[in-house]
């Protein structure tokens, strides 16, 4: 069975300051996507990253930086001097399978406070 | 370039009525996949249309069900709608029914009284 856990309910943190959002992600799977997602008070759900299990090298896009290791099964995610726009609700949803259907954990509501 | 619409985008209906919500996938996309978001809780997979068929489904009853036109955009039906079908409603859009990424509406938000 595929697992996908967001440990942080909720985190809250100044502006400016670095904050490391956490995701595991149990499954049986040798190979595997992960994706992140941003959630904002509008709702929408806004695509961030997709990767595949075979990089283990970090990724890097201005102020985010994700990390995968698959050794522990985690795929976090880090945003550097943060700011009051971040503020939302944050998913890591993995695949199931070799499909399209997502598979979304409880999330990680992010506040930063100016 | 559109990215993915949904209409309506608020509606309030009573228990046992029917409901109808429309999406629009980004252009180029050609598959559409529905999700239901409670309040405070992930979004859960309802099913995925793709060449006009439900390729995929979730965990939901025979109440929800769906349609894909030829210009890819998708209706998701709710009958005898309970109180606990007031969610967020997101469509989703892709390429394909594999694991290429996938761009999201901001969604129809149903109250049922």
Known sequence: AQKVTQAQTEISVVEKEDVT?????????????LFWYKQPPSGELVFLIRRNSFDEQNE?????SWNFQKSTSSF????TASQVVDSAVYFCAPPSGNTGKLIFGQGTTLQVKP | DAGVTQSPTHLIKTRGQQVTLRCSPKSGHDTVSWYQQALGQGPQFIFQYYEEEERQRGNFPDRFSGHQYPNYSSELNVNALLLGDSALYLCASGLGEGTGELFFGEGSRLTVL
């Open chain 1, 76 to 79: 976090n995610f880090t945003i």
């Open chain 1, 21 to 33: 959002l956490d995701c595991v992600y149990e499954t049986r799977d040798t190979t595997y996507y």
């Open chain 1, 60 to 64: 890097i896009s201005g102020r985010y």
